[in-house]
């Protein structure tokens, strides 16, 4: 099974809760709905059905009352890992990526060993326009279309079961706003004075037996900036 969750936070914000589940629901499903725009996410999921829908069970969940991203990633992160998935992606409403890109995604994470891999975003300086992307690289061995990360930003993840299960037993537990105990993942850290958000969080409590790393290979958008993931290393020359 693939687990699909993607936050839609200002669908829900104007259009109000249940209407933007019907929403996004009906987009998914290859509908229009008149004056409701397509978020970049309800396209990843059509890809997924486009690619995996008549051999596999695909379990998606929209949530758009994301205003806590942590919370909403942490309570899609228990979903996925109760529904005993396979993998499991999860993915912004700003984000998309071309179906070879997430079909290497998928492919990368059908392993035994414990894997986190990003699909790595274009990130444009609000001062120089310069792009950079959400990721740090550092020294590993890669995999085929693949490189070791440090870091990554959580615009488009995927995760197999064994990293996810690796996650739940390291992890303590929080009482969420429903009563419900959830596991504490993206969850805030500083370090120091260094202030890390909850999509670096998570890599920081990443399990040491967890491997993670970067699609290099495949096209991803962000917010309307195409990126050629073979420029990854060159754009994150400097950054180990």
Known sequence: MIAFSMICYTHGKIMGMAPAVKALEALIQGG???????????????????????????????????SSLAKSRARAFDWATDLGADVY??????????????????????????????????????????????IVPCEGPPLVNAIPIKLGGFGLVGMNKAAMLAVRESRPMFLDDDGVRR????????????????????????????????????????????????????LCSGSK
């Open 32 to 66: 229009q709905v008149n004056g409701v725009p397509v978020p970049g996410s309800v396209e990843v999921a059509r890809a997924l059905g486009r690619l995996y829908g008549a051999t596999e069970r695909i379990a998606i969940r929209t949530d758009p009352g994301g």
């Open 89 to 134: 992606i999860s993915c912004d409403d700003d984000v998309s990526c071309t179906d070879g890109t997430l079909a290497r995604l998928v492919s990368l994470l059908d392993s035994d060993e414990p894997r986190v891999i990003c699909v790595p975003c274009a990130l444009r300086d609000g001062e120089t326009q310069d792009v950079t992307v959400n």
């Open 183 to 234: 596991t504490l993942v993206f969850h805030d850290e500083l370090d120091g004075e260094k202030w890390w958000g909850e999509d670096f969080s998570f890599f920081l409590q990443l399990p040491e037996s967890v491997g993670r790393f970067a699609l290099v290979v495949g096209v991803s958008n962000h917010s309307g900036i195409e990126l050629e993931l073979e420029r990854v290393a060159e």
